[in-house]
């Protein structure tokens, strides 16, 4: 059974640092893409970073381009991301998700390309 699970949200000020952690269970970091998405209130669910399953190479979207980093370990089957200079624009829920491969992998980080998804960590920017 495919699981994820994502942890490390929390309150922080503006400026700082988070990392969050998906664990996956039930296949290997070198099967499926795994994406971090994120959905702030009132905004549809948007894209921040995939990591292919084939070389672990990267996709970031523009938006937290130089401030976030996707990174895998594949011994502990955890992803990452570390988000860094940390805006009020960033509070939303960060989800974590599994998919299959696309054209690109620009192409395959979107929502409706992903077929399993965590629960979401909440992330919340504040002075």
């Known amino acids: 059974q495919v699981q994820l699970e994502e942890s490390g949200g929390g309150l922080v000020e503006p400026g700082g640092s988070l990392r969050l952690s998906c664990a996956v269970s039930g296949f290997g970091l070198d099967y499926y893409t795994i994406g971090w998405f994120r959905q702030a209130p009132g905004k549809e669910r948007e894209e921040i970073s995939c990591?292919?399953?084939?070389?672990?190479?990267?996709y970031v979207a523009d938006s937290v381009s130089g401030r976030f980093t996707i990174s895998r370990d594949n011994a502990k089957g955890t992803v990452y991301l570390q988000m860094n200079v940390l805006n009020l624009e960033d509070t939303a829920v960060y989800y974590c998700?599994?998919?299959?491969?696309?054209?690109?992998?620009?192409?395959?980080?979107?929502?409706?390309?992903?077929?399993?998804w965590g629960q979401g960590t909440q992330v919340t920017v504040s002075a």
């Open positions: 990591i292919s399953a084939s070389d672990g190479s990267r």
């Open positions: 998700a599994a998919g299959g491969t696309y054209r690109t992998l620009k192409a395959m980080c979107v929502s409706s390309r992903m077929d399993f």
